[in-house]
């Protein structure tokens, strides 16, 4: 990576401080900015492009904050903010309706699309699977929705997302997700023997 690209990454990272400043994750009461700071770090293992990796930084500022398209288009250039759109919810819609739309997205993405739907799946799996050995199965009272229609919208992403078994740079992350959902929503056997 170029000095130029390190500063604009750099510019990205402050910018989502700036935004998310003040938000906490749910279950973890974290900072916000540490979901999207993971992310960056998912994507830096797969080796994606610098415009995916400032996304990845991006890719809640507009859903989740008072940031504009227009800033991001501004700032970072149209290929970043087309990213960033891409992944955005409509919060103004119903929780199946934004989550169907996002599984949509996926199965019509990109690949660098489906990349960031990936790592930030990842991350927040990764936050669910430690809040679930804390929480156990009041977890799921933190959500909007209740685990049956969260284990639905993971799985439909799983299978919208497979093309990224094929790949080299993402095989592993796709590995990793799949792994995480299985540890968080496939039941544990009791044994019953004696």
Not at 83 to 108: F, M, N, P, Y
């Amino acid at each position: 990576m170029h000095y130029e690209e390190r500063q604009l990454l750099h510019k990205a990272i402050q910018f989502a401080t700036e935004a998310h400043q003040g938000q906490k994750r749910k279950g973890s009461g974290l900072d916000y900015i540490c979901h999207p700071l993971e992310v960056l770090q998912i994507l830096t293992q797969c080796d994606a492009s610098l415009p995916v990796l400032i996304a990845g930084v991006l890719h809640d500022t507009i859903e989740d904050t008072t940031v504009t398209a227009r800033q991001i288009h501004d700032t970072f250039g149209p290929q970043v903010t087309a990213l960033v759109l891409h992944h955005s919810e409509d919060k103004g819609k119903t929780w199946k309706e934004r989550k169907t739309a996002a599984i949509h997205e996926a199965q019509t993405g990109t690949l660098d699309c489906k990349l960031l739907i990936a790592a930030d799946k990842v991350s927040n799996l990764r936050s669910t699977a430690a809040d679930h050995k804390r929480l156990g199965e009041n977890l799921w009272q933190l959500f909007s929705a209740g685990r049956d229609e969260i284990r639905w919208y993971y799985h439909s992403m799983l299978d919208a997302l497979q093309e990224l078994k094929h790949h080299p740079h993402s095989a592993d992350l796709y590995a990793e997700m799949e792994q995480l959902y299985h540890e968080i929503f496939t039941p544990v056997k009791v044994s019953t023997a004696t």
